[in-house]
């Protein structure tokens, strides 16, 4: 009984969580403020709204083109529109139940492909590895371009650099401890970490045994470029974010991105988490809610749509199979 209500829990909260913090902004901010925000959106450059929908879909070309890279070494070559499908459901299953979209996408290539689901799922949770990895990277990138803001936001709070260096070595320290605890573990809480750790890196690292590996690096780096790239072009939308540099796109991005996983699809929290970013950067308030709104909803509702439309679609696409 304990068990169940902790999933239900698990599932819930999240959603629970969007929509307060949705609730919380609107009782934030005031009649004109909201009216301004409505205004941003309403007289936004929707031309660049469709492109930004258009580079989206294209990443998820790419990914499902880079999952068959993935189940080739395996034995098997699922129809290349199947593993688009089975995509968009799992990402429309995400809106709904956080991480239960990988769970379907696995089930929907077994039902349609006869893939045995622990090895579709295995392709996903290495896809992850590898999305994780690009994350990060991505994080280090945006954090080496904001060493002016960084330093600027110091120098006004009067931070101790002294102090800081401290806390730097004594958190490098703590590291080196906690990775040596993990490399003599036998039992317990360091061993599942050290295994955990492990698997991680053998997960990246057979990329690299694969024969068509160079392909398989290609998509993952278009599938980054393009999300990157889909956040890039909102900003022409809206006339006070059309010259943000690359640093402020990339710090918000994070920040979406951050957010995407904290709820279920950002609802809520992506428009803030960015909005809050972009006042970072000299844009109104206004103008970053309706940035974030119109980023979100539009990759959401592609995401709905076409989710939809694949779940519609499989059965009769296979019917003859």
Same mark, same amino acid.
């Given at each position: 009984m304990r068990k169940k209500l902790i999933n239900i829990l698990k599932k819930l909260l999240p959603l629970l969580l969007g929509v307060f913090l949705i609730w919380y902004s609107y009782n934030n901010t005031t009649p004109t403020e909201r009216e301004n925000i409505f205004n941003a959106i309403k007289n936004a450059n929707y031309f660049w709204v469709i492109i930004s929908v258009i580079l989206g879909f294209l990443s998820h070309f790419s990914r499902a083109l880079r999952w068959n890279l993935l189940l080739q070494p395996i034995g098997y070559q699922p129809a290349l529109l199947n593993n688009f499908m089975a995509i968009f459901v799992g990402y429309l299953a995400n809106l709904g139940i956080p991480r239960s979209g990988e769970v379907l996408r696995a089930t929907t290539l077994t039902s349609y492909e !006869?893939?045995?689901?622990?090895?579709?799922?295995?392709?996903?949770?290495?896809?992850?590895?590898?999305? &994780?990895?690009?994350? %990060?990277?991505?994080?280090?990138?945006?954090?080496?371009?904001?060493?002016?803001?960084?330093?600027? #936001?110091?120098?006004? =709070?009067?931070?101790? #650099?002294? !102090?800081? $260096?401290?806390?730097? &070595? $004594?958190?490098?320290?703590?590291? *080196?401890?906690?990775?040596? %605890?993990?490399? =003599?573990a036998k039992t317990g809480f360091f061993? !599942?970490? =050290?295994?955990? *750790?492990?698997?991680? %890196?053998?997960?990246?690292?057979?990329?690299? !045994?694969?024969?068509? =590996?160079?392909?398989?690096?290609?998509?993952?780096?278009?599938?980054w470029v393009l999300y990157i790239a889909m956040f890039w072009v909102i900003k022409f939308s809206i006339p006070e974010t059309a010259s943000l540099p690359l640093n402020a796109i990339l710090a918000s991005f994070v920040a979406g991105a951050f957010a995407m996983s904290a709820t279920n699809g950002g609802i809520g929290l992506y428009p803030i988490a960015v909005s809050k970013i972009l006042l970072i950067y000299g844009v109104s308030e206004a103008s970053g809610d309706a940035f974030g709104w119109i980023m979100w909803t539009s990759q959401t509702l592609m995401v709905v749509v076409f989710g939809a439309l694949a779940f519609l679609f499989l059965p009769i696409y296979n019917r003859n199979k």
């Open positions: !006869k893939v045995p689901f622990q090895k579709g799922f295995g392709t996903i949770i290495a896809e992850r590895v590898i999305d &994780v990895i690009m994350l %990060l990277s991505i994080v280090l990138i945006t954090a080496i371009l904001q060493t002016e803001i960084i330093a600027d #936001y110091f120098a006004e =709070k009067n931070i101790n #650099y002294t !102090k800081l $260096i401290i806390a730097g &070595v $004594i958190l490098i320290a703590v590291g *080196v401890i906690f990775l040596l %605890l993990i490399r =003599k061993l !599942k970490v =050290k295994n955990f *750790v492990f698997e991680l %890196l053998e997960g990246a690292l057979s990329i690299f !045994k694969m024969k068509n =590996k160079w392909l398989f690096i290609f998509h993952t780096l278009c599938i």
